[in-house]
């Protein structure tokens, strides 16, 4: 068949077979479908534009149990690298073709179609799409399926109604913290690809929101959602397991274990609170100062703390 032919009969193929569930926003009933229509049409377009047309390689898209592949021969173009996938410059590699596709509206002038796959998967509380296996022959991309999140996908559609989107930088944070509970700045860093001014910039605007909340030190700072979130997606018991211990917490199972064995060093801090060392130094001179543990030993290898009355 002609290109275009071709890529609308795998499309009406993909939605006869995309299936669909719904959730209730209001009175308004959300389709929430398997696979991103958007994204999946971005990811096959990519396929098409970015190939290495030189090698003699198929395009191939398969349907498995629980994920999507589809795989583009030639590796990615020079330059681009899983590392910097989501903000490097469009380079197609077939920048007649790509123009073609964007006289005729398939793609968009951006050519930023990598952004609708990430965010077609993330909003139905999915996994990112996948690139890792890679390699200089192909780029392979998987986009997972299963059961969505549809009380992500509400909550979502929610922010797109009251008018304050969820950009995919957020989306890229929210969906880690979905799955994973609890995230620092240096990890939002290398999931949007920006470093840590950004990473930073991103965390405060969701806070801010009232979607996450922080807490420990500034340099430790650990994020995790807000209850009000954990709420809005049925898992209210998910908040407290996510919150994780608090300091007041800690320092009553610290004087608990002096109390029960007479003495308590840094590395049982480490192991009990689960801690890294210096947050378990400085919560071991925090009860030193206030009076409530006493240390003994010759420091700093052979320190440990008493009780102080």
């Given amino acids: 068949m002609p290109l275009v032919k071709l890529l609308a009969e795998v499309d009406t193929r993909f939605s006869a077979r995309n299936e669909e569930r719904e959730v209730l926003v209001g009175l308004f009933r959300l389709p929430v479908p398997d696979y991103s229509p958007i994204g999946f049409r971005e990811a096959l377009n990519n396929a098409v534009l970015h190939r290495d047309y030189t090698r003699l390689d198929d395009i191939y898209v398969q349907w498995q149990p629980d994920h ?10 020079e330059g681009v690298t899983l590392d910097n996938l989501l903000v490097h410059e469009p380079k197609p590699r077939n920048p007649r073709l790509a123009e073609a596709f964007h006289r005729i509206g398939l793609v968009e002038q951006t050519g930023r179609g990598i952004d609708k796959i990430f965010t077609g998967q993330l909003r139905y509380g999915r996994t990112a799409p996948d690139y890792d296996r890679s390699d200089a022959t192909a780029v392979r991309v998987v986009l997972r399926g299963g059961p969505p999140s549809l009380q992500f996908a509400a909550f979502v559609y929610e922010q797109d109604k009251a008018g304050t989107p969820v950009s995919l930088d957020e989306m890229l944070v929210l969906n880690t913290l979905f799955f994973e509970r609890r995230i620092v700045t240096e990890r ?7 470093g840590m001014t950004e990473a930073r910039a991103v965390l405060e605007r969701l806070h801010e929101r009232g979607i996450v909340e922080g807490h420990g030190e500034k340099r430790g700072r650990v994020y995790h959602l807000s209850a009000r979130l954990y709420r809005a997606l049925g898992q209210s018991e998910e908040y ?3 919150h994780g211990i608090s300091p007041i917490r800690h320092e009553a199972m610290i004087l608990e274990y002096v109390q029960a064995h007479g003495r308590i060093e840094r590395k049982h801090v480490i192991e009990l609170c689960g801690l890294s060392g210096p947050q378990a130094g400085r919560l071991l001179r925090k009860l030193e100062q206030t009076g409530r543990l006493k240390r003994q030993g010759t420091p700093p290898r052979w320190t440990y703390y008493v009780s102080a009355k």
């Fill in 68 to 77: 999507l592949l589809i795989t583009s021969p030639g590796g990615l173009p």
């Fill in 188 to 194: 939002v860093g290398g999931l949007i690809q920006k």
């Fill in 240 to 242: 407290v397991r996510s």
